[in-house]
């Protein structure tokens, strides 16, 4: 099957060259890696265009669902079958990629996720705050699903492609366009029971102490993280059945 593996970057100067180091490090199991510059202007943007691999270039930040909507289009347009994603951060680690696309590609899963906390997993550095969070998150994700989660916040994923194009509902709205996206469509997934999805071990590394390790916004960012979550349960729309 033919996959891409997709990577938003937002003026991750510090941290993404040794993304790319990894990147090419080691044989990927996927058929191609789309960069996303998001508007960036620390130099980022720079690396994007030189890396060697496709891009996209967008003038402006909307938001990381925006990226995540533009990637999309790129790869159906191209014929891709597998859409998998990775931060420019440095948490995720690209040599653990074949753990989360595998099960893709080889028919096991329809849509896969990555987990920290499961056996096999790890989260070095983890924040005290995020430690309490997540736990949070997947109580608060079960309540509305009846899916019990161990990592309902990991990006880390990997799906097929034509569950997009089966979508009933707008994934493409301009309100997806900063953490909507990728929790309003998980949260489709959970609700169709015909749609295999699973967990897998992987790592998220976080910086020492001291050191910035998100972009989310308090307050503000919660909401636009936790609303998907409701909107996707309520809203009354899913998938056309598979032809």
């Known amino acids: 099957m033919k996959s891409v593996l997709f990577i938003p970057v937002f003026n991750q100067i510090e941290e993404f060259p040794r993304v790319l180091e990894e990147l090419r490090a080691q044989p990927l199991p996927c058929s191609s890696v789309l960069l996303v510059n998001n508007g960036s202007s620390d130099g980022s943007e720079r690396l994007v265009r030189e890396s060697g691999y496709d891009y996209i270039d967008l003038p402006k930040n909307l938001g990381v669902g925006h990226s995540f909507i533009k990637a999309t289009d790129w790869a159906l347009e191209r014929g891709f079958e597998v859409f998998s994603v990775i931060a420019s951060n440095g948490k995720m680690l690209p040599s653990e990629l074949s753990r989360?696309?595998?099960?893709v590609l080889e028919g096991q899963a329809d849509y896969v996720t990555g987990s920290r906390f499961l056996p096999g997993g790890d989260s070095p550095n983890l924040p005290g705050f995020r430690k309490q969070a997540i736990p949070m998150v997947n109580i608060f994700v079960q309540l509305m699903y009846g899916e019990r989660l161990t990592d309902a916040t990991c990006g880390y994923k990997a799906y097929r492609l034509d569950l997009l194009k089966r979508a009933e509902f707008n994934w493409r709205?301009?309100?997806l366009n900063t953490y909507g996206f990728e929790y309003y469509f998980y949260g489709k997934v959970l609700r169709?029971?015909?749609?295999?999805?699973?967990?897998?071990?992987?790592?998220?590394?976080?910086?020492?102490q001291g050191k910035r390790y998100s972009k989310i916004k308090p307050f503000k960012g919660w909401y636009e993280m936790l609303k998907p979550w409701v909107v996707a349960r309520v809203d009354g729309k899913g998938f056309c059945l598979a032809t």
């Not at 989360?100 to 099960?103: A, Q």
């Not at 169709?192 to 020492?208: A, C, L, Q």
Request: without cysteine; glycine residues 4%.
């Open 100 to 103: 989360v696309l595998n099960p």
């Open 173 to 175: 709205a301009s309100w």
């Open 192 to 208: 169709d029971r015909s749609i295999r999805h699973i967990e897998v071990p992987i790592t998220m590394r976080y910086p020492g």
